[in-house]
């Protein structure tokens, strides 16, 4: 299980606006909460794996070369010159 730190204001905050929105019936709520704690558990853990993967290697990599645009320019101009010149 993930080791969780002591609760800040923030934390506090957060938790009396969702604490807000529950049902009056304290079995309600906590069945509520427990669900919500599921939630995190399960979607929340996934995403914490995917973050905890090793980058690809470089195999797996692309690369991209931007060619500036005066270069790209030139050697259009260039293709076209020369289909004329036919």
Known sequence: ?????????????????????LPETQADALLILQAAKDLVMT??????????REPPGFAECVV???????????SAASTVSADLSL
């Open 1 to 21: 299980m993930l080791e969780v730190e002591k609760p800040d204001l923030g934390h506090r905050r957060h938790a009396i606006q969702i604490v807000a929105q």
């Open 43 to 52: 979607f929340l853990a996934a995403d914490q794996r995917e973050a905890d």
């Open 64 to 74: 991209l070369t931007l060619v500036p645009a005066a270069l790209a320019l030139a």
